[in-house]
């Protein structure tokens, strides 16, 4: 079993322990491969998909897959849909969406992606369309905001 921040985590038998030894070696991009290896043999799966969607905002898009593909198959669909909504974000920061995004688009984003684009997207057009058809009050609050 891969060694990660001095432990051999098939050694530690707690999963809170297991957590602490994870968020150490996120810190590190050094422990990253090791970090790989040992979510492809962590037994509780909420633990691995909570490691992997911490992670896949660290790596690189090139490299967010093979995280995902880590996971056990029961446990990848949350941190699939994170990886496709950070690939959506990446794209709107760099302003590389149509000029009027569409209203069942916005729809379909979550919550978590409409809040991180009110407060990291710039583009007029995809905050009006937040502070219109944002799903929360909170999230059409701050699209608006944002407008100025």
Not at 54 to 83: H, N, Q, Y
Not at 118 to 130: F, G, K, Q
């Amino acid at each position: 079993m891969e060694t990660l921040t001095g432990w051999r985590v098939s050694e530690v038998t707690d999963g809170h322990a297991r957590w602490e030894l994870y968020q150490a070696a996120l810190a590190s991009d050094t422990a990253r491969p090791a970090l790989l290896a040992a979510i492809t043999r962590e037994p509780d799966g909420a633990l691995a998909s909570g490691v992997v969607g911490a992670v896949l905002e660290r790596v690189p898009r090139a490299e967010r897959g093979a995280w995902v593909e880590a996971l056990a198959p029961a446990a990848r669909a949350f941190c699939a849909r994170r990886a496709d909504e950070l690939e959506v974000l990446e794209h709107l920061r760099a302003g590389s969406l149509a000029p009027e995004p569409d209203p069942a688009l916005v729809e379909g984003w979550s919550d978590w992606l409409q809040l991180r684009i009110a407060a990291e997207v710039s583009d007029p057009a995809v905050l009006r369309a937040l502070a219109e058809a944002g799903r929360t009050k909170r999230i059409r609050r701050a699209a608006a905001e944002a407008l100025g």
